[in-house]
């Protein structure tokens, strides 16, 4: 009996291994896919060939890594007023000690163009995926990113 339990152990253990999530979860925060709005939830997987999201089950978009055209990130930093204006009213020292604090959103955007089909999105990644989501873009695009907070828009 305790060798059966054993080998059903063995063959079971590295299957739930296995079974992980192998992309990152990001935050839609707008673009070109169809059906989705921004502040759902997704995952994109970066594979070798191809970068795909997924909502849940469902895949929204394939995307081959020899159409991705641009690679942008950038940053949303705030300070964070509303939660420093609920704790003051807790507490006044703690309140402006929140006050001085800064919250940073990280941005990566995404652009293709597949013959007649084009497309692009911005999703926001979570402050310890956003590296490797960039990694991994460059990594199979060959493509550098493009910081676009230093790049300046003139009108």
Request: net charge positive; with cysteine; hydrophobic share 45%.
């Amino acid at each position: 009996m305790k060798v059966l339990i054993a080998a059903l152990l063995c063959l079971l253990v590295p299957s739930v291994a296995f079974a992980a999530d192998n992309g990152y979860k990001v935050v839609y925060d707008g673009g070109s896919l169809q059906g989705v709005k921004a502040g759902n939830k997704m995952q994109v997987v970066i594979e070798p060939t191809q970068v795909k999201l997924f909502r849940g089950s469902e895949n929204l978009a394939t995307i081959p890594a020899a159409s991705i055209t641009e690679i942008s990130y950038g940053q949303d930093v705030h300070r964070r007023v509303g939660a420093a204006i609920g704790l003051a009213v807790v507490s006044l020292g703690v309140g402006a000690l929140m006050a001085l604090t800064k919250s940073k959103k990280h941005f990566v955007g995404l652009t293709w163009s597949n013959g007649k089909e084009k497309g692009g999105f911005a999703m926001q990644c979570d402050k310890n995926d956003y590296r490797g989501v960039l990694a991994g873009l460059e990594g199979i695009t060959g493509k550098k990113s493009v910081n676009s907070d230093t790049m300046s828009v003139k009108n």
